[in-house]
């Protein structure tokens, strides 16, 4: 049996005490990871407005501009929630899934294929082209898009891996021919003289920006979940009834890397919107797009078996 001198005692209660705040454990703050888009800029306005304070939940925000890596901290654990493209998370099935997506930020209309050289005038003139783009992610299939529309096969150009982030600077150094990537970068390319070959307005519904947690977050801290998609929404009404004042604090928060306000970058989604995307299972749900992309990534070989939606897909944390 342990003893405790008074010291000793003094040392646990005060520690009992630090993790406890009117009668509550104390977490440690949720870790989010976001990429640099308009669309998951609720969170920082959640934080900004003290909602998340309001919550008495704690919120540690990270923008890393590096896609790749945050989807490897986000496997390993150690991002607790992220915010991506959803088609960069299928392939995280691979292996078992091990997350869930909680949340709908948005559907894109501000990813587009941009260049330094005119747009090809004729499919022959894609032949032997070097395009970029995340490889094994949605930009894969996004550019698949884009050469259906003009009519070119896949084999005919040469897939180079990149960073959305790297497009601009990938594109001056002639590293490639044309590059996926997505606001604020597309502007940086284009106010260099670039222009842009293909958007995803061009391919509408094929591009949903989700919020994922990782299951081991979603058994431990159900309700913390909770409050975060519910301060995330509240953030969202309140940009959306404060548009500029909203700009306003990102510009604060980001600085430079606000760039341009891009109101028409994505179509912002709402609580009823994320209802509807949950509870559908056609075009423009999110069953449908997992399917879509599953397949996709089954004929690519980066998936070995079709992923079930019911596996990574859980509306039960919306208010």
Request: net charge negative.
């Amino acid at each position: 049996m342990h003893r405790f001198g008074p010291l000793s005692l003094a040392v646990l209660l005060v520690g009992f005490a630090a993790c406890q705040k009117g009668g509550k454990v104390q977490h440690p703050p949720l870790v989010v990871a976001i990429d640099l888009w308009p669309g998951y800029y609720p969170v920082l306005l959640a934080k900004d407005l003290g909602y998340f304070e309001q919550a008495n939940l704690a919120v540690d925000i990270r923008i890393p501009e590096n896609t790749d890596r945050m989807l490897g901290e986000f496997d390993a654990g150690i991002n607790d929630i992220i915010a991506v493209a959803l088609g960069d998370l299928v392939p995280l099935t691979r292996e078992g899934s091990h997350f869930k997506v909680i949340l709908v930020s948005d559907e894109s209309t501000g990813d587009a294929v941009v260049s330094l050289k005119p747009l090809p005038e004729q499919p022959s003139d894609f032949e032997g082209l070097r395009i970029a783009t995340n490889l094994s992610g949605f930009g894969e299939l996004f550019l698949l898009e884009m050469l259906r529309h003009y009519g070119v096969e896949m084999g005919r150009i040469t897939l180079v891996n990149s960073e959305a982030s790297q497009i601009p600077a990938g594109l001056e150094a002639q590293f490639f021919d044309a590059g996926h990537t997505w606001q604020p970068y597309v502007s940086l390319v284009l106010d260099a003289g670039g222009v842009q070959w293909f958007s995803s307005r061009q391919a509408p519904g094929l591009i949903l920006d989700v919020v994922a947690v990782n299951d081991r977050v979603l058994k431990s801290r159900p309700d913390d979940i909770r409050k975060f998609t519910a301060a995330w929404l509240k953030a969202l009404d309140w940009w959306q009834s404060n548009p500029e004042a909203g700009w306003q604090k990102i510009d604060a928060i980001l600085g430079e890397r606000a760039g341009p306000h891009f109101s028409d970058a994505c179509i912002l989604q709402d609580l009823n919107a994320n209802r509807e995307r949950f509870e559908g299972e056609g075009p423009g749900s999110l069953t449908h797009s997992v399917q879509k992309f599953s397949s996709f990534f089954l004929d690519r070989g980066t998936l070995s078996k079709p992923v079930d939606p019911a596996l990574i897909l859980d509306g039960r944390f919306l208010p």
